[in-house]
């Protein structure tokens, strides 16, 4: 009896504590984490993880924007919205939900930093990751998870109304700095989104545009600098482009999505779309489309509020899943990469957070926009300016107080401060000489033009030295988002400030006799058509656009220029755009490779024994080397200029297949 009660109550025991062993195994399992929210597992296994949880509608979701800048997230599962911004100069002032009007923010004043074009005249990749690290670090603070851009589309006419967003004609060029701009930013964890891809060479009718380019200069011209993002940046979006190429939209190609960019290149992120680039769903289901954005209203010229059901990617895009006319897998895909990006941004707890518009972040911009900005003309040792010997100093055109960083489209910023170019020098050469100004030409279609120029020639005749401010201020038609410039020729009447100052006299010595070129900086100017650039006969100093903004504009450009690093002196290879001349290739952009001092002349058109496009390396004549490059504009092959570059005691280098190592190791003077 006795043994019986002892096992009775043994038994009793096992049971109660394999309850409570049960019990506490289930409460254990119950307070663990899901896959897709433990950040110690693997991106892909969070990725597959969250993927199995969701339905089709949270899937579709997730692939159409929700607001003006925005992507729907999972609230059920906890996943949160993914926010983007436009860039690549910084981060652009909050919007309204869904206007395109500025939500009123108080705390959204960022930092001004030179515009790409300022950049890739640096040449040097290092402030391109710098430039990258800063822009992150400010749109990691602003809680952007993609900055839209940077854009690296090759330009292939001086026109283009966004070339001072793009890093030059230069595909070699474009490709170097690209990368460590996009490691620079991602290293916030924030997504850098390069743009346009592809063949966006035009503003003007940008939405019908069809390209018509054979492959060669495709792969050669305009993809470089894209897929060196991808190779070599790891970018992890790419945004598509409004024009048309094999009679598909650039944000729905089969042949640039799909087969090249995914397939090929093996890209694993996100395919965006531009704003109001989404034109078909079946095409954008199938063609690698994967999040659509703006569609009905793209900020400039069309508008329709809370379309976003609407959309391609959409309730339709739903509807064809439903009755299976498109597989599950395809939105399936979609989905899978966007759940990846926001596993690397808005889900990583890891990524740091940031910082907004401090003082370092000015000083950076300020010394990006010192390599960018090139002397192009110092006849007589005019430069640099002594601060302290008193003269009277006549400041002459618009731009010189004009703002820069409110207009340009969707690249516009509401910056922290900004110092105009009249400020900066009335701060740098006062008290010692006496700065006057006058407009000389406005862009404001009632001021009498010739009373403004009457006005300058009247003061310049009173000055000792003369600065000229002029090149393109953002207006339409000039460098400015949606429409391409009409003409080479500078705006409103600047050109007859030439003829106009023949009175000036004997002072400026009958011609330009010093010239700076600060370009394409986003505080700095929306540079003028170089060819334009000396003809502006009797001004001493010309500024091609303006030089101010909010990393202070420093006139040491013109008084201490290379000693202080203020500027680069004047040599044609640093500047990523080339002007059309005469003496050279007909063309008016064309790639180049450069390593040393080049000079550039015209060679037969019907090419030599190679034909034209080969590369002719380590033919050696002397202390010469010739290289022959391909030059073609949209559509065929026109002009073959050959480069013959000039190093003594060296020999010219071939250009290794790695973009990077084969950037160059001293700085041109």
């Known amino acids: 009896m006795k043994r019986t009660q002892l096992i009775s109550a043994f038994l009793s025991l096992a049971a109660l504590w394999g309850v409570q062993t049960g019990s506490a195994a289930a409460q254990s399992a119950a307070n663990a984490k899901p896959a897709y929210l433990d950040a110690r597992c693997p991106v892909e296994e969070r990725v597959e993880d969250a993927l199995a949880r969701m339905t089709l509608e949270e899937k579709v979701a997730l692939c159409h924007a929700q607001s003006k800048f925005s992507s729907a997230g999972?609230?059920?599962?906890?996943?949160?919205?993914?926010?983007?911004?436009?860039?690549?100069?910084?981060?652009?002032?909050?919007?309204?939900?869904?206007?395109?009007?500025?939500?009123?923010?108080?705390?959204?004043?960022?930092?001004?930093?030179?515009?790409?074009?300022?950049?890739?005249?640096?040449?040097?990749?290092?402030?391109?990751?710098?430039?990258?690290?800063?822009?992150?670090?400010?749109?990691?603070?602003?809680?952007?998870?993609?900055?839209?851009?940077?854009?690296?589309?090759?330009?292939?006419?001086?026109?283009?109304?966004?070339?001072?967003?793009?890093?030059?004609?230069?595909?070699?060029?474009?490709?170097?700095?690209?990368?460590?701009?996009?490691?620079?930013?991602?290293?916030?964890?924030?997504?850098?989104?390069?743009?346009?891809?592809?063949?966006?060479?035009?503003?003007?009718?940008?939405?019908?545009?069809?390209?018509?380019?054979?492959?060669?200069?495709?792969?050669?011209?305009?993809?470089?600098?894209?897929?060196?993002?991808?190779?070599?940046?790891g970018v992890w979006a790419v945004m598509g482009s409004y024009s048309i190429y094999k009679g598909q939209h650039c944000c729905h190609n089969q042949y640039l999505l799909r087969d090249l960019l995914k397939r090929d290149w093996g890209f694993d992120g996100v395919v965006i779309s531009d704003w109001g680039g989404t034109h078909d769903t079946r095409e954008a289901a199938l063609n690698g489309l994967d999040m659509e954005m703006g569609s009905w209203t793209n900020g400039l010229t069309l508008s329709w509020s809370n379309a976003y059901n609407e959309y391609f990617l959409a309730d339709p895009f739903l509807e064809l899943l439903r009755s299976k006319e498109i597989d599950e897998e395809i939105v399936n895909d979609k989905a899978r990469r966007i759940l990846r990006l926001m596993f690397r941004t808005t889900m990583n707890p890891d990524r740091p957070y940031g910082s907004f518009a401090t003082k370092e972040h000015a000083l950076i911009g300020r010394k990006i926009a010192q390599e960018g900005i090139v002397l192009l003309k110092n006849q007589d040792n005019l430069l640099p300016l002594d601060p302290k010997q008193p003269r009277r100093i006549f400041v002459v055109g618009d731009n010189a107080k004009k703002m820069m960083t409110l207009g340009g489209g969707s690249s516009e910023l509401k910056v922290k401060y900004e110092i105009s170019p009249l400020q900066g020098i009335e701060n740098y050469f006062s008290p010692a000489s006496q700065v006057t100004y006058a407009e000389g030409y406005s862009s404001v279609p009632t001021q009498n033009r010739h009373a403004l120029l009457l006005e300058a020639v009247d003061a310049a005749r009173k000055a000792d030295v003369v600065i000229f401010v002029g090149g393109l201020n953002k207006n339409e038609n000039q460098d400015c988002e949606g429409a391409d410039r009409r003409s080479l020729n500078l705006p409103y009447g600047q050109d007859e400030l030439q003829p106009s100052s023949d009175a000036v006299g004997e002072r400026s010595a009958g011609h330009c006799r010093g010239m700076v070129r600060r370009y394409g900086s986003r505080q700095c100017d929306r540079f003028g058509a170089r060819r334009r650039s000396e003809s502006f006969g009797q001004i001493a100093v010309h500024l091609s656009g303006t030089a101010g903004g909010q990393s202070g504009y420093r006139p040491g450009c013109l008084s201490r220029g290379r000693q202080t690093g203020g500027i680069q002196r004047g040599d044609f290879c640093r500047i990523p755009l080339e002007r059309p001349r005469t003496d050279q290739a007909a063309l008016l952009f064309r790639p180049r490779i450069e390593l040393y001092h080049l000079r550039i002349r015209q060679s037969d058109r019907r090419g030599q024994a190679n034909g034209p496009g080969r590369n002719n390396h380590r033919q050696r004549a002397g202390e010469k080397h010739r290289f022959a490059c391909r030059c073609r504009n949209r559509t065929t092959l026109r002009q073959r200029p050959e480069i013959v570059a000039s190093a003594p005691g060296q020999r010219a280098q071939r250009f290794p297949q790695n973009h990077a190592a084969a950037m160059p190791k001293k700085r041109l003077t």
């Open 74 to 233: 999972v609230p059920r599962l906890g996943i949160p919205e993914m926010w983007m911004s436009d860039g690549p100069h910084c981060i652009r002032a909050e919007k309204l939900w869904d206007e395109w009007d500025d939500a009123g923010w108080t705390s959204d004043s960022c930092t001004a930093f030179p515009a790409l074009t300022c950049l890739a005249a640096t040449w040097n990749p290092t402030l391109a990751d710098t430039y990258g690290q800063a822009v992150g670090e400010e749109a990691r603070y602003r809680n952007k998870a993609v900055l839209l851009g940077p854009g690296v589309n090759i330009y292939r006419t001086p026109l283009n109304g966004r070339n001072f967003e793009y890093m030059g004609e230069d595909p070699f060029l474009a490709s170097a700095m690209v990368v460590p701009y996009i490691q620079g930013v991602q290293r916030n964890g924030v997504a850098a989104c390069v743009k346009h891809f592809a063949v966006n060479d035009q503003e003007t009718d940008r939405f019908n545009v069809e390209v018509k380019i054979d492959d060669r200069t495709l792969h050669e011209i305009h993809l470089p600098a894209f897929k060196a993002a991808v190779h070599d940046g």
